[in-house]
């Protein structure tokens, strides 16, 4: 059987090595936290940049769908004027018709 300060010694060496694995292991985990802080800051400036791009773009096609729409508008707005000029000219031509007849 093994004296008291055997015993004792035993479990300082076990404490010992169990605060080494702690220590390591924490350390381990800040490592590993610093890495994963770079990647996320990686990521965020990649994201930052691809946000930037597509703000472009689609201010590109917001601006190019106006000015399609503004053409449409005005085109619509040509054809208009002629749909209701030829209507005024049949009424005129119709009532002229009527009144050359009576």
């Known amino acids: 059987m093994a004296t008291l300060e055997e015993r004792v010694a035993y479990l300082e060496g076990q404490v010992s090595e169990h605060t080494h694995t702690l220590i390591d292991i924490r350390d381990s985990i800040r ?4 890495r994963f802080d770079a990647r996320l800051d990686t990521i965020d400036r990649r994201i930052d940049g691809l946000e930037d791009k597509l703000d472009r773009r689609i201010d590109g096609l917001e601006d190019k769908l106006g000015r399609r729409i503004e053409g449409l508008e005005d085109k ?3 054809q208009f004027a ?3 000029g030829i209507q005024v000219t049949t009424l005129v031509a119709i009532v002229g018709a009527l009144v050359t007849r009576s």
């Open 31 to 34: 490592q590993l936290d610093r």
């Open 82 to 84: 002629w749909l209701v």
């Open 76 to 78: 619509l707005a040509r």
